[in-house]
C-alpha cells in the first residue's frame, strides 16, 4: 500500500530522452569503455555484461588531473556496482556505488536501470536510479551541485549522449 | 532541414505544456517530493480529478512527466530531460554566467533580512 510518504518512490528519479539513433547504438554508447568515456562525466566503464558481473568506472587522465587540482584526491575507481539483469540492447539493471566522494562511498549501493525502447524514427532511454539511503549522491545525479563544478547529472549526461549520437559531438565543455 | 529546426518541433509540446500555471504547479509538487499519485497530486489542487488528468496528460505528452506503475499504483516522476535540453541548446555558456549573476543578485535583494 502506498502512503503519502512511501520512502521506495520520493527516493527515485526519473529521466527520459528520445534519441534518434538505433537501440544497438545507444546500447553500446552505454556499455562500452570507449563510448561512455566521450559523453557526460567522461571515464571509462568496464562491465562483465552477466548477473553477478562487476561494473567499474575508471577515470581518464584528464578527469583525474581535474579532480586532483580542485582538491579531490581522486581513486582509480571512480564508481563500482554489480551487474543484476542484462538484456541488450533493451535493458541493464546494476548496483551503484559513487567513490569519489567519502560521504557518497559511505551511503553505499543504490541501483540504477537503463530502459531503451524503439519508437517510430527514434529511441526512448528511460534511466531509473533508485537512491533509496543515498541523499548525498541523490543531490549530485540530480545535478544540484552543478554550479560548484560537480556536474550536471543525469539530465546532463543524457543531454550530452543525444547530442553526440546525433550529432558526432558532444556539447561544448 | 536545418539541424535546429528539429529540435524546435520535438520541443514545441514542451513549451505548451510549461505555458500553463497548473501545469507548472503540478511540476513543482514532484519537484519536491517526486513519485506522487494521482489522488496524492489531486488533494492539492482545487480541481476536478478529471482536470488533473487531462493536464498530468498533456506533461506526459511532453514527456516532462514519466509514469511508473508499481502494483496497482501510478506513479508520477518529474522528467527534467527537456528542460534540460532547452539550457543546453539554447543557451550561449557566456549569457549563462551573467544570468547567474543576476539571479544571485535577485536573490539576495529578495531576501527578507
Not at chain 1, 530522452?17 to 546500447?27: D, F, G, N, R, S
Not at chain 1, 556496482?81 to 535493458?91: L, M, Q, S, T
Not at chain 1, 553505499?108 to 543515498?134: M, N, P
Request: some cysteine; charged content about 25%.
Amino acid at each position: 500500500m502506498t502512503t503519502a510518504t512511501d520512502p521506495a518512490t520520493a527516493t527515485t528519479q526519473v529521466y527520459r530522452v528520445y534519441i534518434k539513433a538505433t537501440p544497438e547504438a545507444i546500447w553500446t554508447a552505454i556499455t562500452d569503455p570507449e563510448w561512455t568515456n566521450r559523453y557526460g562525466y567522461t571515464g571509462y566503464s568496464h562491465y562483465d555484461l552477466r548477473p553477478g558481473g562487476a561494473l567499474k568506472v575508471v577515470p581518464n587522465e584528464e578527469f583525474k588531473a581535474g579532480a586532483e587540482s580542485q582538491g579531490f584526491p581522486c581513486p582509480d575507481v571512480i564508481v563500482d556496482g554489480e551487474v543484476i539483469e542484462v538484456d541488450p540492447p533493451r535493458k541493464l539493471v546494476t548496483t551503484w556505488r559513487m567513490l569519489m566522494d567519502p560521504a557518497m562511498a559511505a551511503e553505499g549501493f543504490t541501483k540504477l536501470t537503463y530502459e531503451i525502447e524503439q519508437h517510430d524514427g527514434s529511441c526512448s532511454l528511460t534511466v531509473t536510479h533508485d537512491l533509496a539511503g543515498a541523499p548525498t549522491l541523490a543531490a549530485m545525479v540530480a545535478g544540484e551541485g552543478e554550479a560548484q563544478g560537480a556536474g550536471g547529472g543525469h539530465a546532463w549526461i543524457l543531454s550530452d549522449l543525444k547530442s553526440l549520437l546525433e550529432t558526432g559531438t558532444p556539447l561544448a565543455g | 532541414m536545418l539541424l535546429g529546426m528539429a529540435d524546435d518541433t520535438d520541443l514545441h509540446s514542451v513549451f505548451r505544456a510549461l505555458a500553463d500555471p497548473t501545469r507548472r504547479f503540478l511540476l513543482d509538487l514532484l519537484f519536491e517530493r517526486d513519485g506522487r499519485t494521482l489522488t496524492e497530486l489531486e488533494s492539492e489542487l482545487a480541481m476536478s480529478r478529471f482536470g488533473v488528468m487531462k493536464h498530468l496528460k498533456v506533461l506526459e505528452e511532453a514527456d516532462l512527466v514519466v509514469t511508473r506503475r508499481s502494483g496497482r499504483e501510478k506513479h508520477h516522476f518529474l522528467n527534467p530531460v527537456p528542460i534540460r535540453l532547452i539550457h543546453d541548446r539554447w543557451i550561449d555558456k557566456y549569457t549563462e554566467r551573467n544570468v547567474s549573476a543576476l539571479l544571485d543578485l535577485k536573490n539576495q535583494l529578495e531576501e527578507p533580512s
